[in-house]
């Protein structure tokens, strides 16, 4: 009988289909399984390169979604992982698949995101394709970055004691699509009643034109520190810890009250009936940097508002805890996005 996909979820059917790849050019430096993949030039010199591919009905609803900020957030989820890797982009490839529903004009808005992130990025366009679809719209974003072999940092690297920090807030987006989720709800059963979102601007922000982190890196390299590990937040806080510890081979341990949440997603987890702290471990699509320092380079980083400590790493024995206010130890899941979800 067949094995469905979603036995495996997204992680494991990677896993499962490239578990025997070795690369076999030396200048492959990390393949498969960080946030880009890694290639030795000359002189100390490295390429970071990803790839996402967003795809209608799966990750964005055309319903509610504005063609530009489509455009938009398409390059930002793929420069956030560029600068995962302590590396800044400077090219992408455009790959885009198109129904015939699709107007000159509509595509030409997808375009004006994509133009403006690049402009606002300092990224060059280089290319792509286009093809035509039978259904629905896709988007396949190809990125290029450049680091040196001293400042890359990799999902592996965190040690026993280093601290976990994050920057900005969590959580916000997920309530983004929720809000955005009911509005469409109501509006098919009453189109009368149009969509109230003013005060919802933050949430929905979050959730359609989200930004890469190029401050905070920018910071970091400023104030001379290197994350011993360091990853996006794209599918939850939760599941992106699972990633850093699992490949560190280390255990960690967070603070509830530490873990950053902005007022108005607060309020707006409150209206939904929506514990706040279970958007910022599994909602996912916040695209802040989730990394860890060595504890003695707290000094130089407690004065950076946007960063917060939120807990630190352990051995890999304690496993991955939650300390909640209580101070009772909750082991943590991996519960955000997952395709091939049923």
Avoid at 151 to 174: F, H, M, P, Q, T
Avoid at 297 to 320: L, Q, R
Wanted: glycine content about 8%; some cysteine.
């Amino acid at each position: 009988m067949p094995t469905k996909l979603s036995e495996f979820g997204e992680f494991g059917l990677i896993k499962k289909l490239t578990e025997d790849i070795t690369p076999i050019h030396s200048e492959t430096i990390k393949g498969i399984g960080d946030d880009a993949a890694i290639i030795k030039k000359e002189n100390n010199k490295l390429l970071a390169i990803t790839s996402d591919l967003l795809v209608e009905g799966i990750h964005f609803d055309l319903t509610y979604t504005p063609l530009k900020h489509l455009g938009y957030k398409a390059v930002i989820v793929n420069l956030s992982d560029i600068y995962a890797m302590n590396a800044t982009p400077k090219q992408i490839t455009v790959n885009i698949a198109l129904s015939s529903k699709f107007s000159y004009e509509a595509v030409s808005q997808i375009y004006e995101g994509i133009k403006l992130a690049c402009k606002l990025y300092s990224v060059d366009l280089i290319g792509g394709d286009t093809s035509s679809s039978l259904t629905g719209l896709f988007i396949s974003i190809t990125a290029i970055g450049e680091t040196t072999e001293d400042n890359v940092s990799y999902r592996n690297g965190a040690k026993e004691n280093d601290l976990i920090c994050v920057s900005g807030d969590l959580g916000g987006a997920y309530l983004g699509v929720q809000i955005l989720e009911r509005e469409k709800r109501i509006y098919k059963e009453a189109p009368e009643i149009q969509p109230q979102l003013e005060q919802y601007k933050y949430v929905v922000g979050r959730q359609l034109k989200p930004e890469a982190r190029r401050d905070i890196i920018k910071q970091l390299n400023k104030i001379g520190i290197k994350p011993t590990a360091m990853i996006d937040i794209s599918d939850g806080l939760s599941s992106e810890l699972m990633h850093i510890c699992s490949q560190s081979n280390v255990g960690c341990r967070i603070y509830e009250d530490k873990i950053p949440i902005h007022p108005e997603t607060e309020k707006v987890a409150k209206e939904l009936s929506i514990h706040s702290l279970t958007a910022a471990l599994n909602g996912g699509e916040d695209y802040e940097l989730l990394f860890t320092i060595p504890m003695n380079d707290y000094e130089k980083i407690k004065e950076i508002t946007d960063i917060s400590v939120i807990g630190h790493i352990t051995h890999s024995s304690e496993g991955i805890n939650l300390v909640n206010k209580q101070g009772h130890f909750i082991k943590l899941k991996a519960m955000g996005w997952s395709n091939f979800n049923e």
